[in-house]
């Protein structure tokens, strides 16, 4: 009887050691709540919250429960569909609210103690549907190191500038080129030999991106050609170039 105390209070003292261990401890639950359109854009978002030993699950708009987890990611600006648009608007300040409906904006916002004291609720949200993308993309990172404690080294891509491009082209260097702007927007006018996929799609057609070659990215602005970069550099590709300037920058520079 004596040796079973002794064994049991053993255990205990171990799993409350263990539970002090960064990496062994009890793992965090996070909740991401988010409309059809904003998840089925990141499908990846759940999976790589899991690789950080994070506990998470998903909240559509007829689910509740959120409010009781540790830490809530929000996709979405406050005139999102469904249910984050009003919790976009009930967390944000006006100032932010107004800057997203102004257009060609992301922002990665923080607060605390919002549904339940020692809880973190942070907001990915854009201008649009793209930009909320984007503001995932960029920001999820710094989100889970927030969350974990732990410093989250990102993957890293180079930058060009329209001129820089232009010469690179000239060179007849072999480079994949990717025009991640809209089909209709690349149909009308594209830098010759580019490849068309739309920002929001470069997950699902990732496979036809070759990962042997120098990667180059550019869109209208050279904010989704950043972000895009970083997404793809976060996914083992070594050799991303984003250009900074946008496609009109290039347009007049090679015309």
């Known amino acids: 009887?004596?040796?079973?105390?002794?064994?049991?209070?053993?255990?205990?003292?171990?799993?409350?050691?263990?539970?002090?261990?960064?990496?062994?401890?009890?793992?965090?639950?996070?909740?991401?709540?988010?409309?059809?359109?904003?998840?089925?854009?990141?499908?990846?978002?759940?999976?790589?919250?899991?690789k950080n030993n994070l506990m998470v699950d998903y909240f559509g708009v007829r689910d509740s429960g959120y409010a009781t987890y540790d830490y809530i990611i929000i996709l979405g600006g406050p005139d999102s569909e469904e249910h984050t648009g009003d919790l976009s608007r009930r967390i944000l300040s006006e100032t932010d609210q107004n800057t997203l409906r102004n257009g060609n904006y992301k922002l990665m916002y923080e607060t605390s103690d919002f549904f339940k004291m020692k809880q973190n609720v942070f907001v990915l949200a854009g201008s649009d549907r793209d930009y909320t993308k984007m503001a995932v993309d960029q920001y999820l990172s710094q989100v889970i190191s927030r969350i974990t404690n732990q410093p989250i080294t990102s993957?890293?891509?180079?930058?060009?500038?329209?001129?820089?491009?232009?010469?690179?082209?000239?060179?007849?260097?072999?480079?994949?080129?990717?025009?991640?702007?809209?089909?209709?927007?690349?149909?009308?006018?594209?830098?010759?030999?580019?490849?068309?996929?739309?920002?929001?799609?470069?997950?699902?057609?990732?496979?036809?991106?070759?990962?042997?070659?120098?990667?180059?990215?550019?869109?209208?602005?050279?904010?989704?050609?950043?972000?895009?970069?970083?997404?793809?550099?976060?996914?083992?590709?070594?050799?991303?170039?984003?250009?900074?300037?946008?496609?009109?920058?290039?347009?007049?520079?090679a015309k």
């Open 1 to 50: 009887m004596k040796m079973r105390r002794k064994a049991i209070f053993i255990l205990v003292l171990l799993a409350l050691s263990f539970s002090f261990v960064p990496g062994i401890m009890a793992q965090s639950k996070v909740a991401v709540v988010a409309n059809s359109i904003d998840i089925g854009m990141n499908p990846e978002l759940v999976s790589l919250i899991r």
């Open 155 to 253: 993957a890293t891509y180079k930058t060009l500038t329209a001129t820089q491009l232009k010469q690179l082209i000239d060179s007849k260097e072999t480079i994949y080129l990717v025009d991640v702007r809209t089909e209709e927007q690349f149909a009308e006018s594209h830098i010759p030999g580019a490849v068309n996929i739309p920002y929001n799609k470069l997950g699902v057609q990732i496979s036809q991106i070759p990962r042997d070659k120098k990667v180059v990215l550019y869109c209208n602005t050279g904010q989704k050609s950043v972000s895009g970069a970083q997404f793809l550099a976060d996914r083992n590709f070594d050799n991303v170039y984003a250009v900074t300037d946008g496609y009109s920058v290039y347009y007049n520079i």
